[in-house]
């Protein structure tokens, strides 16, 4: 179907699929690659934007969302190169590291700082308040203490007439979502991948037929022999490729995996009883079985540092 809606102050006009979500509308149709996909489950805040003002998570808002609706992503917040106060306070307080969550940071805390100044001039918010107004989103390296600085900063004005330097030279690009990752990297006649992984904690996966044409391969026919066991959620079962990220991420929900679920329990009390499921059979099951680790097994145990 198609949705006519206005992104950064311009109107688009995109065809969409009816069961895609808005970050894929940006990210995907109209190449804003800003705002990041990570967890896809609402969980992170990475794919936060502004829908008539009003952050939401891009995941898990649906694409009809956004029609005739004013959309802001993180490309649209600075004009030009004169960059949001928040923009400025993070670059300037070192408010990331990756910067692969900036974005998301970003636009809620501009939503953030916009509206306390409304409110409150330019008293500093307590920690905890911009701890709650930013409780939603998650970075790995672990970058809090600059983003607190940040808010606090900008929301006492110190930043508003682009005062402050950037001490960082990638965090302009990092802060406005002009910084390229690979994941947002598209070449021409490049696959996209998407994973079908475990829904259970514990369970026994049939064989998986791919449906003609359909470019995949299944996981744990590649991993132990014969192991076709699932041990925690989220394990992948199967990986599909297709010719864009939004197709890719249909196929493999539609694939047919058949799932067995066997006992387990998540609770660590409950483990430890005797009688308790077992993750592995033993310590030979455990390096036999699949693993998500993308290196290979050291050759010999690690025995201390030496060196
Ligand atoms: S990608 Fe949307 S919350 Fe993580
Ligand atoms: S700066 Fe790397 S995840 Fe936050």
Known sequence: MELTT???????????????????VVRDRLGLTGTKLVCGSGVCGACTMLV????????????????????????????????HPVQRAFAHHDGLQCGYCTPGFVVDAVAFHDRWRVEHGT?????????????????????????FRAVAAACRGEHD???????????????????????????????????????????IVGPITFPPGVAGVDLLAQEGPGDRRVRWAGQPIAVVAAE??????????????????????????????????????????RKAAPSAGEGGSMPVPWDGNRH
């Open 6 to 24: 206005t992104v950064n102050d311009e109107p688009r006009v995109v065809e969409v699929d009816g069961t895609e979500a808005a970050v894929e």
């Open 52 to 83: 008539d003002g009003e952050p939401v998570l891009g995941c898990l808002t649906p694409a009809t969302r956004l029609r005739d609706a004013g959309v802001t992503t993180v490309e649209g917040i600075a004009h030009g190169d004169d960059l």
């Open 123 to 147: 008293d500093e918010p307590a920690r905890e308040t911009i701890a709650a107004a930013l409780a939603g989103h998650l970075c790995r390296c672990g970058a809090y203490e600059g983003v």
């Open 161 to 203: 007439d682009g005062a402050g330097t950037v001490e960082r030279v990638d965090a302009p690009a990092k802060v406005t979502g002009s910084a390229v990752y690979t994941t947002d990297v598209s070449l021409p006649g490049m696959l996209h991948a998407a994973f079908r992984r475990s829904h259970v904690a514990a369970g």
């Open 244 to 285: 864009s990220p939004a197709e890719a991420r249909r196929l493999a929900r539609e694939l047919d995996v058949r799932v067995t679920t066997q006992p387990f329990v998540v609770d660590p009390a409950e483990a430890v009883r005797p009688g308790a499921p077992l993750v592995y059979g033993s310590r030979a099951d």
